[in-house]
């Protein structure tokens, strides 16, 4: 198993542009989530989602989208980057609730100038 | 008050110490994660509690419910035990994780 995959590693944006941060998981995993870690903080929860089709807001949404068409893809949307999304995100997987662990993918660094 | 709560922030030991890193929470919670995340970034799961006591190799994690604290230990520390181990609790009132700020530990030879 590759476990869960995220592309690309890096990434450099300008200011007003957009991208999609790709996520896979192929331990048919129901519940992924996305996370931005900034320097010194905890991770921070964007979105996440407890099956295909169905996805909610978690802590720090605005600024991105979700879609979660397939159990295996979770891709993250940035419209109109911001310096104030200059962050580390992770994706992460998990079987069920409760007492079930987060696999996490490698991250993407994004800086927005 | 953030929630999750670690301490130390940072941490250096010299190899073959015993280390604790501690976890304070504020709310009621189902479960605890340790987590370690090594100097490239990846984030590797290291237990899951909920009650009690689990040992994996050299590392150990208790958790006392009542008190709202948990603490991860490593026994006989290598520089390979070099990362940042950061603690997450799953809140009652919530089904997503809350996330500690991470507990930076260096091992020297």
């Known amino acids: ?113 | 008050k953030n929630e999750v709560e670690q301490s130390p922030q940072n941490l250096t030991a010299q190899e073959g110490e015993f280390i604790t890193i501690n976890c304070s929470y504020s709310v009621g919670i189902s479960a605890l994660h340790w987590l370690q995340q090594h100097p490239g970034g990846g984030i590797v799961s290291l237990f899951m509690l909920s009650s009690g006591k689990k040992k994996h190799g050299r590392l150990i994690a208790t958790i006392n419910i009542q008190e709202k604290h948990s603490s991860l230990h490593i026994t006989a520390s290598h520089p390979r035990d070099s990362a940042v181990y950061i603690c997450a609790v799953r809140p009652d009132y919530g089904q997503n994780f809350v996330f500690g700020p991470g507990t930076r530990l260096s091992v020297l030879p």
Request: hydrophobic residues 30%; proline residues 5%; glycine residues 10%.
């Open chain 1, 1 to 113: 198993n590759a476990g869960v995959t995220q592309t690309p590693k890096f990434r450099i944006l300008k200011i007003g542009q957009s991208m999609t941060l790709q996520c896979a998981q192929d331990m048919n995993h129901n519940y992924m989530y996305w996370y931005r870690q900034d320097p010194g903080m905890g991770l921070k929860l964007i979105y996440y989602s407890v099956g295909a089709g169905i996805t909610d807001k978690g802590e720090v949404p605005n600024g991105y989208n979700v879609s979660r068409s397939t159990t295996e893809d979770f891709p993250l949307r940035l419209e109109l980057a911001a310096p104030s999304q200059t962050s580390v995100y992770f994706c992460a997987s998990s079987y069920g609730l409760k007492a079930y662990e987060q696999y996490f993918g490698p991250g993407t660094r994004l800086t927005v100038t």
